[in-house]
């Protein structure tokens, strides 16, 4: 009977391990990543406030939210990160990163799904998780840019 409950436990670990996100009061792991410029983008200590989209409509809810805003709009020590890995990989090198390299914003592209696979979201949402030290503040998840934009307006306001 231990002997089953070990092996049933050994075949069960790896789907928990790969199941697991981050949720508020963790501290991510640093994330390294080029961009659609092939230029790198960090989360690091000083990143307070990450985007993550891992579906399409996720990153459509992003780019709608950031491209209207101007330098001085955007919430300072932001980091948009882009889990690109579903797509296919000719598109993405020869019609989505080109499409991208003309937006006014930097995106760190995940194109294997390794270092992004433990962010949060859900389906067809786009995350924002708040950071301090690269501890996990809030994590909150959009639907619309609309109400992503607002949620980063108050981000710009003197406290």
């Avoid at 790896?14 to 996100?21: D, E, I, K, L, N």
């Avoid at 209207?68 to 980091?79: G, I, K, N």
């Avoid at 995106?107 to 390794?114: K, M, N, Q, T």
Wanted: with cysteine; hydrophobic share 45%.
């Amino acid at each position: 009977m231990k002997t089953l409950l070990l092996c049933l436990s050994c075949l069960l670990t790896p789907m928990w391990a790969y199941a697991a996100s981050y949720v508020a009061g963790d501290a991510i792991n640093p994330i390294s990543l080029l961009d659609q410029n092939d230029q790198t983008i960090s989360v690091t200590d000083e990143t307070q406030v990450l985007l993550f989209s891992r579906s399409m409509k996720g990153g459509d809810v992003i780019k709608e939210a950031l491209t209207p805003l101007s330098t001085t709009q955007m919430p300072a020590r932001l980091v948009y990160v882009a889990d690109i890995s579903g797509m296919p990989s000719l598109i993405a090198k020869f019609v989505a990163v080109p499409q991208m390299q003309d937006l006014p914003f930097a995106i760190g592209l995940d194109r294997e799904g390794e270092i992004s696979r433990l962010l949060p979201d859900t389906k067809d949402m786009a995350t924002m998780i708040l950071l301090n030290q690269r501890n996990i503040l809030d994590i909150a998840y959009f639907d619309s840019s609309e109400a992503l934009g607002q949620a980063l307006a108050k981000l710009n306001q003197p406290q």
